[in-house]
């Protein structure tokens, strides 16, 4: 896989914008899809819908827990009971800080478990090190 693609699930506008200006900040990745709720991240992934005839093929996924319509969880375990996306890494990126999500989200086979931090320079900052780890230090499985 060349083109490195990150596929951003998430709803809120702020968030969304705070983590384009950092993904954009340090341009590793060729190209950003954003998607903003649980059915177009699916729709993305299987190909289907908008999506049928352009199905993404992301270096990682980055998902927010609470989306509307089908949360992070259920997307989270979608992606991996299908065969053809089960392998992609997955790191959950949200601001819920429950023990409970995060014990579920690990269950359900998320790559990594990051809270969102408040601050855009510390957010900035990871952001940056999701990026250079997932897009230039990880090698990703054979699709």
């Not at 993904?23 to 729709?43: F, M, N, Q, T």
């Not at 827990?65 to 992606?79: A, H």
Request: proline content about 4%; hydrophobic content about 45%; overall charge negative.
């Amino acid at each position: 896989m060349n083109n490195k693609c990150i596929l951003l699930v998430e709803d809120n506008q702020d968030d969304l914008d705070l983590t384009l200006r950092a993904l954009r900040k340090h341009s590793l990745a060729d190209e950003i899809v954003v998607v903003r709720d649980g059915p177009e991240a699916l729709d993305a992934l299987f190909g289907a819908g908008q999506y049928a005839d352009n199905m993404i093929v992301p270096t990682v996924i980055l998902l927010d827990l609470k989306l509307p319509k089908i949360d992070g969880l259920e997307v989270l375990q979608s992606i991996r009971n299908n065969e053809r996306t089960k392998l992609f890494p997955v790191v959950i990126l949200t601001s819920s800080s429950e023990e409970e999500d995060k014990v579920k989200g690990y269950s359900l086979g998320a790559n990594s478990y990051i809270r969102k931090p408040v601050d855009f320079v510390e957010f900035a900052d990871v952001v940056l090190q999701l990026q250079r780890y997932w897009l230039e230090l990880n090698d990703v499985a054979p699709s």
